[in-house]
């Protein structure tokens, strides 16, 4: 066998391994974790939506305390963009989750398909989960953003 065909066996090996991995299921404990993320998204959807709430204050209480309540300028800059969704992409029908994605143990990533009358909106909510020592360790939003770039959303 030559070096060649040998050194693309092991890489091909190695790329199916990983993809293998990646897929692993999540355990109950992980998967109760996410579910609390989600619970805490679908509550941001609520509030953000209903006219007697808004953006502003569904923002706030999903951000809580975390590292994004310090980010004034760009939290500000984030509601009032997202205020002008309805204006843009017609009244939210409803919304879907559409992937959750694991990196290593302590960042998440989940995205929405927000569902407007007259195009959806893609939202990307970032968790991570700092090891500071303390128990047990909480997951912070650390960012959150949305785009109408629907590529990767079959993935």
Do not use: C
């Not at 006219?51 to 509601?79: C, H, M």
């Not at 992409?89 to 960042?107: C, E, I, M, Q």
């Not at 020592?133 to 079959?154: H, K, Q, S």
């Amino acid at each position: 066998m030559s070096t060649t065909r040998f050194i693309l066996i092991v890489l091909m090996s190695l790329g199916t391994f990983s993809l293998t991995a990646a897929q692993e299921p999540r355990t109950r404990e992980q998967q109760a974790e996410i579910d609390k993320l989600q619970n805490g998204i679908e509550d941001f959807f609520k509030r953000f939506n209903d006219s007697t709430v808004g953006p502003d204050q569904a923002f706030r209480t999903l951000v809580g305390n975390g590292p994004l309540k310090a980010k004034t300028d760009e939290l500000t800059g984030l509601i009032d963009k997202a205020s002008k969704l309805e204006g843009r992409y017609g009244r939210h029908t409803g919304h879907d989750a559409a992937s959750v994605k694991n990196v290593g143990s302590d960042l998440v990533i989940l995205r929405y398909l927000y569902k407007g009358e007259r195009f959806p909106v893609v939202w990307h909510f970032y968790y991570y989960r700092p090891d500071n020592g303390a128990m047990p360790r909480e997951w912070n939003l650390i960012e959150i953003r949305f785009d109408t770039n629907l590529d990767g959303l079959d993935r």
